[in-house]
């Protein structure tokens, strides 16, 4: 039985799908309540044994609460939990407003404590033949600090810091439950097109760097996340990006900023140069 936030699109639904595929019981959750119905549909259509839909806002902790004791009544057991669910924001620390960075928090990193939290007991008593695994998705910005993107990183750089110490905790008690942190990195989604972003920001011009630098689809991010639970992995770097990014900031340290600076500029050049020549 499996659980996944943020199903509503982008690697959530992929996940959904690939899940689907393989006869799972579902229960997914977005605050997209459109977006979940038809990922439900496709899912259940794709071979899902069943599939049960919920809008969950996982920045609110009854909500996750309610719909994790419910999930588990609902089915009888809970074996793998994705806390996938994310929200973006541009904006540099000047330009942020307070009730931005709290909304991004409340999304990305309370999310994943939520959802962490509140299935962890359910999956403490999951058959141990059918196995136990937590997923939280992180980013390849929670392994390098990215130019206006400060508060998204410290969100992913926090679940990365809170799935490593609960994994820890897990083995050090001799548990058989599993932690896979996701670093995806640019993935063909909505994300960026649908974020927020500081006043005075060209929004059009943001979206059109991620999408030059996007090179992975949401299905092979889904593929490499499953492989990675299903070999008992405790880090995926999704996408050659994210497997660079990680590389490059363990080998070089701050001396790798430059490269990722330069890769950056040359995208937004090639948008600039894209946008003049269709004026």
Not at 158 to 169: D, M, P
Not at 248 to 264: D, K, M, N, Q, Y
Request: glycine share 10%; aromatic share 6%.
């Amino acid at each position: 039985m499996c659980t996944v936030t943020g199903a509503a699109s982008g690697i959530g639904r992929a996940l959904a799908f690939a899940l689907a595929e393989h006869g799972a019981q579902l229960a997914l959750s977005d605050v997209d309540a459109e977006g979940l119905g038809a990922t439900a549909e496709q899912a259940r259509q794709l071979g899902a044994e069943t599939v049960h839909a919920d809008v969950v806002d996982v920045a609110q902790r009854a909500e996750v609460q309610d719909w994790a004791d419910a999930t588990a009544e609902r089915f009888g057991r809970v074996n793998l939990v994705i806390n996938n669910a994310g929200v973006a924001l541009t904006a540099s620390v000047d330009e942020m407003e307070w009730a931005d960075f709290e909304w991004i928090m409340g999304v990305n990193f309370w999310g994943v404590a939520h959802g962490t939290k509140s299935f962890l007991p359910h999956l403490r008593r999951a058959d141990p033949a059918h196995g136990a695994h937590v997923v939280n998705v992180s980013s390849s910005f929670g392994l390098f600090g990215m130019p206006l993107r400060s508060a998204y990183s410290a969100t992913k750089y926090a679940v990365r810091g809170f799935s490593e110490s609960l994994r820890n905790e897990l083995r050090r008690e001799g548990s058989g439950i599993g932690v896979t942190t996701a670093y995806p990195g640019g993935i063909k989604t909505a994300i960026v097109r649908n974020s927020r972003a500081a006043r005075g920001t060209d929004r059009t011009e943001v979206a059109a760097v991620h999408d030059t630098l996007a090179k992975t689809s949401p299905e092979i991010a889904a593929r490499a996340i499953l492989t990675g639970v299903r070999r008992g992995r405790t880090r995926v770097c999704v996408g050659l990006d994210a497997k660079v990014m990680d590389l490059g900031t363990r080998l070089l340290g701050s001396a790798f900023e430059p490269v990722v600076h330069a890769s950056i500029e040359r995208a937004r050049s090639k948008v600039v140069r894209s946008s003049a020549r269709a004026l």
